[in-house]
């Protein structure tokens, strides 16, 4: 079945940066839409940033000019490059796969998502 597994989540002062990366096994990352979702305490999901088969990408508002997504398919791996971090990105973060349902507006319900990494920001 298809595995998922963050890492590179953390604390960091606002302002600052993180790389976050999601390690693909048992399917192949360039075959799926791929994304990060994230969720902070007693808020809904909330889709980030994504990217599609065709390698298109499509960021939330809200992250736009400071997240980068992108993806190694020789590593089958996913990342994502937060830069400019704000306090209100403090949430945990999630990858997610779906073989059908693209885009940042779906990525919330990929039907695949890993463990999570928590990212905190502080003032």
């Known amino acids: 079945q298809v595995q998922l597994v963050e890492s590179g989540g953390g604390s960091v002062q606002s302002g600052g940066s993180l790389r976050l990366s999601c390690a693909a096994s048992r399917f192949t990352v360039s075959n799926y839409c791929m994304g990060w979702f994230r969720q902070a305490p007693g808020k809904k999901r909330e889709g980030v940033a994504a990217?599609?088969?065709?390698?298109?990408?499509s960021y939330a508002d809200s992250v736009k000019g400071r997240f980068t997504i992108a993806q190694d398919n020789a590593k089958n791996t996913l990342y994502l490059r937060m830069d400019s971090l704000k306090p209100e990105d403090t949430a945990m973060y999630y990858c997610?796969?779906?073989?059908?349902?693209?885009?940042?507006?779906?990525?919330?319900?990929?039907?695949?998502r890993g463990q999570g990494t928590q990212v905190t920001v502080s003032s």
């Open positions: 997610g796969a779906d073989p059908f349902h693209c885009g940042v507006y779906l990525a919330h319900a990929y039907n695949y």
């Open positions: 990217i599609d088969s065709d390698g298109s990408t």
